[in-house]
């Protein structure tokens, strides 16, 4: 009676936009994390990679084995790993872990040294979060990598706290952060592949100097951008929801004006009004915080 009906072709799409929107020298990886924020991690994996992704990214390593056993062969960033019982998945599946300290780097090098196989990693700065990723600076983590044989640095990242918000400095406070540990390795010589910054919304509102040659796509693949704060340059990218709820009707009846509709007698007809009965309720997922205030076509 209730159902959610997903177009691939408008991921396709929405895929293609973000690709045009940064450019062929900007590599776009999907964040298919959470069951690709609900609309199915295999499907839209294959769609993505079908439009030429190169890169995935999810949360654990669990996530990225399901995408390896349907046969998704492109490469998959793990981007919220940290359980040392997942490292012997990541090698058996070819799955790229984000390394978010110094220790967890020297463990990977260990467990990586005791497979005698290499295992290239994305090393994640908090360059202001404070969430995930290490707060150290140039020389440490050029001491770190030094002592590595194994495992080898492929990627550095960072994850932007306001990247929506131009009333607030803390962007380009993180960009600046960011730059100066990737020059302070730059001049040690160390120049990894990819350096990343951005989720969807730099993306959205042009934010070049925030791209690096990778971007890291959610939200935008499934049609969503943040509402912008503050003094927004015009938002450059188009994409639109792929994902519709439906119901089912289950009845149309006619109510006399002054009638009580719904829990608690929400709503109150003002001239005799048609009502129609939809069969999505709470249990369903539809938030109570919407009674009389959602609406639906
Ligand atoms: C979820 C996530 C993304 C994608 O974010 P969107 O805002 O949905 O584009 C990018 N990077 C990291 C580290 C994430 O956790």
Known sequence: RTWVEVSRSQIAENFRNVRQAV?????VLAVVKAGAYGHGAVEVSRIVAASGARWLAVSDAEEGVLLRKAGIGTRILVMAEGLCFEREALLEHQLTPVVHDLEDLAELERFAASRNARAPYHLKLDSGMGRLGTRTGGPEILEAIGRCRHAELEGLMTHFASSADYSSSQTAEQIAAFQRVVEELGAAGVRPRWVHMSSTNPVAYGRREAFGNMVRVGHALYGYVSPAKGDAPKRT?????????????????????????????AYRTERPTKIAVVAAGYADGVPRHLSDRGSAF
């Open 23 to 27: 450019g062929p020298g900007v590599e």
């Open 237 to 265: 990218l188009d994409v639109q929801p792929a994902l519709s709820w439906r119901a089912r009707v289950l009845a149309i009846k006619d109510l006399p004006a002054g009638a009580l509709v719904g829990y608690g007698g």
